[in-house]
């Protein structure tokens, strides 16, 4: 049998720390709550701004719609020019989860998981508790999530989103169509994966899907983030 | 269409029409006229209908509400407690009917309050007055802070849990945390519009103590100024299931010669959700001024 060097076992190891996003977390068992469901309670940040800039980032080819194509080109000439959150205006759904300087707090409770974000105060509602979608959802920033448990995978679906945000700060574009399903799995005490699917038949000819990691920001404080914009000019009106 | 004055916002509000006795509201965007300096008391909003859907209201049942025999929700029975027994302040509030809106009447959320000002402060306080409340930090779509932002019309839901209670602002979607869990204040923090919100029980009331305040402030529409050296108590008391107390004691010695006291009462709004609200001032700003 071939002996392997010392130096490569140190190195797989040190890997290994590393992938674990926090070391010696992977022992612990993942929390739960007294309905036995993983607790996702924590503060939560990307584990880089990959997916930020550019959401379908590691896919191939995505299918747009001709007029979705003709904005994303638009906007990414523009280079970003009018992004909302460039205008104090929040990210939307997924975008507000994306950045890395900007973590989020999930607190955790029967029928609803509230997340609380850095950026600007917002929050964010997913509601658990068996409710259904509005009828007839107004258009939001935020949009209205629902959320069920697969097994241990929580699984949300957020529409009513206006077509004004923006998926990611690249640029590309959604209709009214879009339905996001985000699937939370807390792999680890450290980490956590989120299965992020596009699926806006309007603007794209096949829904798409990426997998953004999270990591565990153990012993923070969320603090607070504000973005301030120039008063109305009153001499306007 | 029903006005709702809505004092000093010279923000967007999504919600331009009110029925007494009901929350109902149209999906509008609406815009503020004839400029900010003129909205400061008793303003009319002039609304602009952004999109063609017709007024709507979230029913969302909460099987948790105690009902009367012809299934209405009992505004007036018991307060719900938590496993622990503590009185569960969890639900969405919002200031009564007939109470008038904001705060930014002669005297603010210090209506019938003595208020002895530092020199200073009343300096501040007086000029703001003469300028019709402008300039109000909400007008860059800044958070408004504790008191102020108790005092608008706009709901706000509380979600209680063992080491953390949650206020969730609908105006702004701003949120706040108050910690239960007895921590201590941190010794270094950067100043924040809602400071940090520590919580202790008292029997049935959470009494909430807040520092670590930014030194501009504005404790409602009118203008009464705070300094950093702000410290508010809050004591929350749900007084039956339908309705919540909120006594402010305002103290800074900087800005007031002693410490002053507010008290606003709340009625649960059943069976509903928040509706978003997003600061939307940007829409005519020239430009953002700071993150």
Redesign the interface.
């Known amino acids: 049998m071939t002996s392997i060097p010392a130096r490569w076992i140190a190195g797989s190891i040190a890997i290994a720390l590393l992938l674990s996003g926090v070391g010696g977390a992977q022992e612990r068992a993942v929390p739960r709550t007294p309905d036995r469901k993983p607790d996702l309670s924590g503060i939560w940040r990307s584990a880089s701004n990959r997916y930020l800039t550019d959401l379908s980032a590691g896919i191939t080819r995505v299918s747009f719609q001709p007029w979705a194509r003709a904005v994303y080109e638009q906007r990414r000439a523009g280079n970003g020019k009018s992004r909302p959150s ?5 990210r939307g759904v997924p975008s507000m989860m994306l950045a890395r300087d900007e973590p989020w707090k999930v ?1 955790q ?1 029967p029928g ?1 998981i ?1 997340i ?2 850095h950026e600007s ?3 964010r ?1 997913i ?1 658990t508790d068996g ?1 259904p979608f ?1 009828d ?1 959802p ?5 949009g209205y999530s629902i959320g069920r448990w697969e097994g241990d995978t929580l699984v949300a679906e957020t529409i009513g989103l206006t077509e004004e945000t923006w998926l990611d700060e690249g640029g590309h574009p959604h209709s009214d169509a879009l339905r996001v399903t985000e699937r939370f799995r807390r792999g680890a005490v450290g980490r956590m994966d989120v299965d992020v699917t596009i699926d806006d038949p309007k603007a794209y000819t096949a829904p798409w899907t990426v997998t953004v990691r999270f990591e565990l920001v153990p012993n923070a ?14 001499s ?2 | 269409m029903t006005t709702v004055p809505h004092a000093g916002s010279a923000f967007a509000s999504r919600r331009c029409s009110a029925e007494p006795g009901l929350r109902t509201f149209e999906w509008r965007r609406c815009s503020a006229g004839p400029g900010p300096r003129t909205l400061a008391f008793g303003l009319v909003l002039v609304c602009v209908l952004a999109s063609p859907a017709v007024a709507q209201w979230l029913h969302v049942p909460q099987p948790a509400t105690p009902r009367t025999a012809d299934g209405t929700p009992d505004l007036t029975a018991p307060a719900p407690r938590t496993p622990d027994g503590k009185p569960d302040l969890s639900g969405i509030w919002q200031r009564p009917r007939g109470v008038p809106p904001g705060s930014g009447g002669t005297d603010g959320i210090a209506a019938g309050v003595e208020v002895l000002f530092q020199p200073s402060a009343e300096a501040v306080y007086k000029a703001r007055g003469e300028n019709n409340s402008k300039g109000t930090p909400s007008e860059r779509c800044l958070p408004h802070g504790i008191t102020k932002a108790f005092s608008v019309p706009e709901p706000f839901k509380i979600v209680q849990t063992p080491a953390l209670v949650l206020v969730l602002h609908e105006e702004f979607n701003h949120h706040r945390q108050i910690f239960t869990d007895g921590r201590r204040a941190p010794s270094r923090r950067a100043p924040t519009w809602f400071g940090y919100s520590r919580g202790t029980w008292e029997g049935d009331l959470l009494v909430v103590e807040t520092t670590g305040f930014v030194d501009d402030t504005w404790l409602d529409f009118r203008g009464h100024p705070a300094t950093d050296a702000l410290k508010i108590v809050e004591r929350y008391r749900r007084r039956d299931f339908g309705h919540l107390e909120i006594q402010f004691t305002i103290d800074d010695p900087k800005a007031y010669r002693q410490p002053w006291n507010v008290t606003m009462g709340f009625d649960l709004l059943p069976d509903t959700e928040l509706i978003e609200h997003i600061c939307e001032n940007e829409r005519d700003a020239a430009h953002i001024v700071g993150r």
């Open positions: 460039d205008r104090c205006l929040p607190v409770t609803a509230t609380l974000f105060l917002h929050y509602q509601f409710r509005p007839d107004a258009p939001s920033w935020l404080d969320l603090g607070e983030q504000v973005c301030a914009v120039a008063p109305a000019d009153d306007k009106n």
